[in-house]
């Protein structure tokens, strides 16, 4: 496979639906005669990040960051150039045409080999799922799901399986099948060292997708013998645990519907989640909910909903979990599934009975207990506020010192100072202190940790009447025929006017029209990022022929002022050294100087008229 051809390039860039790409993750609206959203690359509350769906471009104006839509795609996923115009031709029935360049041909294929890892993946969860449901040896690991309360529905759904405790049956099968050692060897199913034995063995199979609903990994209960409970796969090009949600692919539409979503600790809490009618809900994978998982999570969600067991390990994460949910944009709450909410103290309301995760109480109380249990919630402040009185003993100076600290990164994440305060009042009331040490304590905190953060700096690029005439070319480029007829490159004085000069004389020179284009032959930073941040800021959007027409006058006015005034500073010389460089010297200077201010003239009376 050798590289894409530029011809590819460019009907993927010109077919791209720039709000419909950038949609799927953040939400836009549009104001004003822009699209704008809250930017997915900074924690931000009022929109700042613009979408140019002409232009196909985006940049926030917050934290800086823009260029064109293939751009986004590959910051947002993490993808190769080639990466990504394979995925976005594969979305809009674009035919990737690749170039041969008869030496050794370039691996641009990442899209290709995790495409074909998704359909081995979806077959082997297939096989195990028939094991699981038809096979003799599935019998004891359908039994155990259906004693966990788990409908035949949802087995289904979630596409459960069995891997048999024989490691080599899967090899075995998957030869049969047609599938080379070479690739069996390099899917993630085997043992590195024995790559005839199947990395899962006696185990109840959970298939985990992305959210495109491609088989990515498996996570594997045991169900017999020794070693870890539970096992994911190894990751790959195309899963990443910190990356990925389970059953994100299952929950998508009803987060999208909702703006809200439920996060479980486990597999078989989302199962049961899912069965009681609840299927905004999710869980990490094997980790702590990560600020990647988060960011994702975003795109579609406002709040999120902490649905962790009761025990000190599962609090403590919830913890853990609220601030990453604030650090990220989402507003948190918390589901207790049983006993007291700080996960400490034993007391429990008359008549409930404590039960330790969602996978429990539908087990043991049924899906119409589990749907009642999960609407009552309460936010994440006071979830933490309960949670620092049962660590800390609070009756001493010292153990309230250390509950009101336990809130102190809870208070950084709040953009809002109103909030702040607000929660700074409660925390004192809630500990018994003087509301004024309280704020004096955190002050000093957040003084003490505040991490330097990288502050955007101011453009270096200051406008003037070229690079306005070429911000505007840059961005309606079929009006550079009308520039370069116009003006030469020797012309032009500003350096950053003339870098995109030089790339948009390039574009012409191989035919090449779009931002894609252009930015990629830009090879200043910051003169890219001034091109960018013109085009989605939609300011030159009206009139452009005129603008055009307007920017070559003042630039040619300049020239011709900048001609003159070398040839008055040139006359005084010649006057002041009479007899020096002779009559044809003084008389040439002379010519030169009434013919540009017959030009000047011209100009400005052009001007006057328009």
Same mark, same amino acid.
């Given at each position: 496979?050798?590289?894409?051809?530029?011809?590819?390039?460019?009907?993927?860039? /010109?077919?791209?639906?720039?709000?419909?790409?950038?949609?799927?993750?953040? $939400?836009?609206?549009?104001?004003? *005669?822009?699209?704008?959203?809250? #930017?997915?690359?900074?924690?931000?509350?009022?929109?700042?990040?613009?979408?140019?769906? /002409?232009?196909?471009?985006?940049?926030?104006?917050? #934290?800086?960051?823009?260029? !064109?839509?293939?751009?986004?795609?590959?910051?947002?996923?993490?993808?190769?150039?080639?990466?990504?115009?394979?995925?976005?031709?594969?979305?809009?029935?674009?035919?990737?045409?690749?170039?041969?360049?008869?030496?050794?041909?370039? %691996?641009?294929?990442?899209?290709?080999?995790?495409?074909?890892?998704?359909?081995?993946?979806?077959?082997?969860?297939?096989?195990?799922?028939?094991?699981?449901?038809?096979?003799?040896?599935? $019998?004891?690991?359908?039994?155990?799901?259906?004693?966990?309360?788990?409908?035949?529905?949802?087995?289904?759904?979630?596409?459960?399986?069995?891997?048999?405790?024989?490691?080599?049956?899967?090899? !075995?099968?998957?030869?049969?099948?047609?599938?080379?050692?070479?690739?069996?060897?390099?899917?993630?199913?085997?043992?590195?060292?024995?790559?005839?034995?199947?990395?899962?063995?006696?185990?109840?199979?959970?298939?985990?997708?992305?959210?495109? +609903?491609? !088989?990515?990994?498996?996570?594997?209960?045991?169900?017999?013998?020794?070693?870890?409970?539970?096992?994911?796969?190894?990751?790959?090009?195309?899963?990443?645990? +910190?990356?990925?949600?389970?059953?994100?692919?299952?929950?998508?539409?009803?987060?999208?519907?909702?703006?809200?979503?439920?996060?479980?600790? *486990?597999?078989? %809490?989302?199962?049961?989640?899912?069965?009681?009618?609840?299927?905004?809900?999710?869980?990490?994978?094997?980790?702590?909910?990560?600020?990647?998982?988060? @960011?994702?999570?975003?795109?579609?969600?406002?709040?999120?909903?902490?649905?962790?067991?009761?025990?000190?390990?599962?609090? =403590?994460?919830?913890?853990?979990?609220?601030?990453?949910?604030?650090?990220?944009?989402?507003?948190? *709450?918390?589901?207790?599934?049983?006993?007291?909410?700080?996960?400490?103290?034993?007391?429990?309301?008359?008549?409930? !009975?404590?039960?330790?995760?969602?996978?429990?109480?539908?087990?043991?109380?049924?899906?119409?207990?589990?749907?009642?249990?999960?609407?009552?919630?309460? =936010?994440?402040?006071?979830?933490?506020? /309960?949670?620092?009185?049962?660590?800390?003993?609070?009756?001493?100076?010292?153990? @309230?010192?250390?509950?009101?600290?336990?809130?102190?990164?809870?208070?950084?994440?709040?953009?809002?100072?109103?909030?702040?305060?607000?929660?700074?009042?409660?925390?004192?009331?809630?500990?018994?202190?003087?509301?004024?040490?309280?704020?004096?304590?955190?002050?000093?905190?957040?003084? +003490? =940790?505040?991490?330097?953060?990288?502050?955007?700096?101011?453009?270096?690029?200051?406008? =003037?009447?070229?690079?306005?005439?070429?911000?505007?070319?840059?961005?309606?480029?079929?009006?550079?025929?009308?520039?370069?007829?116009?003006?030469?490159?020797?012309?032009?004085?500003?350096?950053?006017?003339? %870098?995109?000069?030089?790339?948009?004389?390039?574009?012409?020179?191989?035919?090449?029209?779009?931002?894609?284009?252009?930015?990629?032959?830009?090879?200043?930073?910051?003169?890219?990022?001034?091109?960018?941040? $013109?085009?989605?800021?939609?300011?030159?959007?009206?009139?452009?022929?005129?603008?055009?027409?307007?920017?070559?006058?003042?630039?040619?006015?300049?020239?011709?002022?900048?001609?003159?005034?070398?040839?008055?500073?040139?006359?005084?010389?010649? @006057?002041?050294?009479?007899?020096?460089?002779?009559?044809?010297?003084?008389?040439?200077?002379? %010519?030169?100087?009434?013919?540009?201010?017959?030009?000047?003239?011209?100009?400005?009376?052009?001007?006057?008229?328009?």
């Amino acid at each position: 496979m050798g590289y894409i051809t530029k011809a590819t390039i460019q009907e993927v860039s /010109d077919k791209i639906d720039a709000l419909a790409v950038v949609g799927d993750y953040v $939400r836009i609206e549009k104001r004003s *005669g822009r699209y704008l959203g809250l #930017c997915p690359f900074h924690h931000e509350k009022t929109p700042s990040f613009s979408v140019n769906p /002409d232009l196909k471009l985006y940049h926030c104006f917050g #934290c800086g960051k823009g260029g !064109t839509i293939i751009n986004f795609i590959m910051e947002m996923d993490k993808l190769s150039f080639p990466e990504t115009v394979e995925l976005l031709a594969k979305r809009f029935g674009v035919p990737v045409v690749y170039e041969h360049t008869g030496g050794d041909q370039l %691996d641009t294929g990442m899209t290709k080999r995790i495409e074909e890892r998704a359909e081995l993946y979806s077959r082997v969860a297939g096989s195990f799922h028939y094991v699981l449901m038809e096979k003799p040896e599935g $019998r004891a690991a359908k039994a155990y799901i259906i004693s966990r309360g788990l409908c035949n529905e949802m087995i289904d759904r979630f596409r459960l399986g069995y891997a048999p405790a024989d490691r080599r049956w899967l090899f !075995t099968f998957l030869s049969g099948k047609g599938y080379s050692p070479e690739f069996l060897a390099s899917s993630g199913l085997f043992s590195p060292k024995y790559p005839r034995s199947s990395f899962f063995a006696d185990r109840l199979m959970f298939p985990i997708a992305d959210r495109q +609903g491609r !088989t990515v990994a498996f996570g594997g209960r045991i169900m017999g013998g020794e070693g870890p409970k539970y096992i994911n796969s190894p990751e790959s090009e195309g899963y990443k645990k +910190g990356q990925t949600l389970f059953a994100i692919d299952l929950a998508q539409p009803e987060i999208r519907k909702t703006r809200e979503v439920y996060i479980a600790e *486990g597999y078989m %809490d989302v199962i049961a989640l899912h069965q009681a009618g609840i299927t905004n809900a999710v869980a990490p994978l094997g980790t702590a909910f990560t600020d990647e998982q988060a @960011k994702l999570l975003r795109r579609w969600a406002d709040r999120v909903f902490l649905i962790f067991d009761a025990d000190l390990a599962g609090q =403590n994460a919830v913890v853990k979990a609220i601030l990453t949910c604030r650090n990220n944009g989402l507003a948190a *709450g918390v589901v207790v599934p049983g006993g007291d909410p700080a996960g400490e103290k034993g007391a429990e309301a008359p008549g409930q !009975t404590r039960f330790k995760d969602p996978a429990d109480i539908l087990k043991e109380a049924g899906a119409e207990v589990l749907q009642k249990r999960v609407k009552y919630t309460i =936010n994440d402040f006071k979830y933490l506020m /309960d949670r620092g009185r049962a660590l800390f003993d609070v009756s001493s100076s010292e153990g @309230k010192a250390r509950g009101v600290a336990f809130l102190f990164p809870y208070l950084q994440t709040l953009d809002s100072e109103v909030s702040r305060d607000a929660c700074i009042s409660s925390i004192a009331a809630a500990f018994g202190v003087d509301r004024g040490a309280v704020a004096d304590d955190y002050r000093k905190t957040a003084l +003490g =940790n505040k991490s330097q953060e990288a502050v955007r700096p101011s453009s270096a690029i200051r406008m =003037n009447d070229e690079l306005f005439l070429f911000a505007v070319v840059s961005i309606h480029q079929r009006l550079y025929p009308e520039v370069r007829s116009r003006l030469a490159i020797k012309e032009i004085e500003d350096p950053c006017a003339k %870098d995109i000069f030089i790339a948009l004389e390039e574009c012409y020179a191989h035919d090449e029209l779009g931002m894609d284009a252009l930015l990629s032959r830009i090879s200043a930073p910051h003169v890219r990022n001034f091109v960018i941040e $013109r085009g989605a800021s939609n300011e030159f959007a009206a009139n452009p022929e005129q603008l055009v027409a307007d920017g070559i006058k003042r630039v040619e006015q300049k020239r011709l002022g900048r001609r003159l005034d070398d040839i008055v500073m040139k006359l005084r010389i010649v @006057k002041a050294e009479a007899g020096i460089g002779g009559e044809t010297s003084l008389e040439d200077l002379l %010519d030169e100087k009434m013919h540009i201010d017959a030009e000047l003239r011209r100009l400005r009376l052009k001007e006057d008229f328009d």
